[in-house]
């Protein structure tokens, strides 16, 4: 008689815990044998040391001298939230870029690739901080705190974001994080993502394990209380709080789009907002949401989807106040220098799978579990000219903040235990 099989979800459990004591001795190793973390600044020196005053109740306004492009200067003070699974990671290799560029100050997490999320983010949290220390950039994942964020750039900083779909960032966020929720262990269909969406109140806890993955992401990383009823006054409140303090919303489904006018309130240069896609997760087997799973995604994420619906309206006013020919052109020479950048910067012109990546230093963080996400080889022969910034254009975020200066000892920890488990 054969012995009675476990559980996939069981042999996952046992798999985690099993890789929670480890890392709690090794942890605790690390604490008795390596010295206390040097003093210093978490990135490169500022070309302008920045110089905080008091926080003030909301970001001022971008006002150019004489409306000319021509006139305005470069911002260099700048908050981005970034939200999970909305292109936040192209767009922040965009800032790396522009912040190591102009030699500025960023306020790094102390030892890992965020601060300290999903705890609300504060101040403490930033590598070296003490009080009255002022920084440029802003920019790993939080729980965003705005009083915190506030007090730690100067008055002029622009705030920035980034929204997506709500139903397709859910898709996104079920297939990445599913595993590390222990709540949708328990899905044994070939498509966990609909079988969860027939009743995901059978599955989904608002107290469980990382279950903020699983509803209303975009309201929980503003901030705010993503189990609110969708009928509740403080919902709208919370929308219009967000358009009062952030001064651009970008929309990930209209990227090249929002990077035009990310460029033009920021008055940077066309080359501070190239890009590749970066962090793009290979295609499923599974389906797309469509038709009835699509409608379900969305009435499950109904608060993000209020506030997506919010600022999609916003941006398109945004782009019609910009000139919609404008934008066009705009749009059409962005599309043409990337493509441009993609001839010049990678091997094969496309994104391949991790196997066939060759070079360490290009390989992206992985998802417990698979490895989904895409990345790329650099060319080998890259003239002079382009070869720093194809580079740097294709690093991954966790190479990229260890290239600044970062400390991420835990990320790094975390990685050596996953490639030890196999995980």
Known sequence: MLPPQKKPWESMAKGLVLGALFTSFLLLVYSYAVPPLHAGLASTTPEAAASCSPPVLEPEAVNRANGSRGECQPRRNIVFLKTHKTASSTLLNILFRFGQKHRLKFAFPNGRNDFDYPTFFARSLVRDYRPGACFNIICNH??????????????????????????????????????????????????????????????????????????????????????????????QEHILEVERRFHLVLLQEYFDESLVLLKDLLCWELEDVLYFKLNARRDSPVPRLSGEMYGRATAWNMLDAHLYRHFNASFWRKVEAFGQERMAREVAALRHANERMRTICIDGGHAVDAAAIQDEAMQPWQPLGTKSILGYNLKKSIGQRHAQLCRRMLTPEIQYLMDLGANLWVTKLWKFIRDFLRW
């Not at 964020?149 to 920035?160: H, K, Q, S, T, W």
């Not at 139903?167 to 044994?188: C, D, I, M, N, Q």
């Open 142 to 235: 939080m729980r965003f705190h705005y009083d915190e964020v506030r007090g730690l750039v100067p008055p002029n900083a622009i705030f920035i974001t980034v929204l997506r779909d709500p139903a397709r960032l859910f898709e996104s966020s079920f297939h990445y994080f599913g595993p590390v929720v222990p709540l949708t262990w328990k899905l044994s269909g070939g498509d966990k993502l609909a079988e969860f969406l027939q009743n995901p109140d059978r599955y989904y806890d608002p107290n469980g394990f990382n279950a903020h993955y699983l509803r209303n992401l975009l309201f929980f990383d503003l901030g705010y209380d993503n189990g609110l009823d969708p009928g509740s006054p403080q919902v």
